[in-house]
């Protein structure tokens, strides 16, 4: 990771849209609703092509492409999900794996100079994830959701706490269930930002909602 990102990076993680085609209504609709969202204030974006209808080979590889030139044309975070060879091919800012992905020391290995998130559940996982150097932790599902067929219970939002006392320093992503009804208080609770699939892939208004959703969490960090 570059000396500039890891400086911003908790500002950077503070609205993160996740999502890949079969999180749109069409897969042709996903890069405008990425546009959209861009436009309307996302910091990060992370592509998330996986499970069911899921875009693969060159499909993927286009899409991916295409994704990482609108968030690079305005100045978005783009992070590859769970795919070294696809975060390679687009030059991705960076990657970010689950529990299951395979081993944190070769992937870390392998995304030298990237940005490396990790998913975790419990603080023995985060403590794991930063010991074997990831940079940035999603925690949750905070809330239920509906996204993720194979998401574990949600653990709440006192999991940013626990995780503070806890000596997790690196910045610390809120996912699951997070909506426009909810982000400031992700972001009150502790978190430095908010990971977000429905609400904005699936908003009638991917660019109001985001940029509601970015000022909510803005409002948030500054106490107001
Ligand atoms: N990991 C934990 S919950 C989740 C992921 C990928 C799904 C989040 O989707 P949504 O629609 O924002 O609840
Ligand atoms: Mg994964």
């Known amino acids: 990771m570059t000396e500039i990102l890891q400086v911003n990076l908790a500002h950077k993680l503070s609205l993160y849209f996740v999502a890949g085609t ?5 897969p042709e609709s996903f890069h405008e609703i990425l546009l959209q969202a861009v436009k309307g204030g996302i910091t990060a974006f992370q592509y998330r092509e996986k499970g069911a209808k899921s875009l693969i080979g060159e499909n993927r590889l286009e899409a991916a492409k295409r994704a990482k030139e609108i968030c690079r044309d305005h100045g978005v975070l783009f992070i590859v999900n769970d795919d070294l060879k696809l975060m390679k091919a687009v030059d991705a800012d960076g990657l970010h794996v689950g529990q299951t992905d395979g081993s944190l020391a070769f992937i870390r290995k392998e995304t030298e100079g990237k940005i490396l998130g990790v998913s ?30 194979d998401a574990q219970e949600p653990v709440g939002t006192g999991i940013f706490q ?22 400031a208080s992700v972001i009150s609770a502790g978190a430095d930002g908010a990971a977000i699939i429905s609400a904005i892939s699936q908003s009638q208004d991917p660019f109001k909602t985001s940029r509601k959703l970015l000022m909510d969490i803005l409002n948030a960090k500054r106490g107001l």
């Not at 079969?22 to 069409?26: A, D, I, K, L, R």
């Not at 559940?121 to 905070?142: C, M, N, R, S």
């Open 22 to 26: 079969m999180n749109c209504e069409s």
């Open 120 to 149: 975790a559940h419990t603080l023995a996982e985060a403590k794991d994830a930063v010991d074997h150097g990831a940079d940035y932790i999603g925690a949750g599902p905070i809330y239920a959701t509906v996204t993720k067929p």
């Open 162 to 183: 626990e995780f503070r006392t806890n000596e997790i320093s690196v910045p610390v992503v809120g996912i699951g269930g997070i909506s426009l009804d909810n982000a």
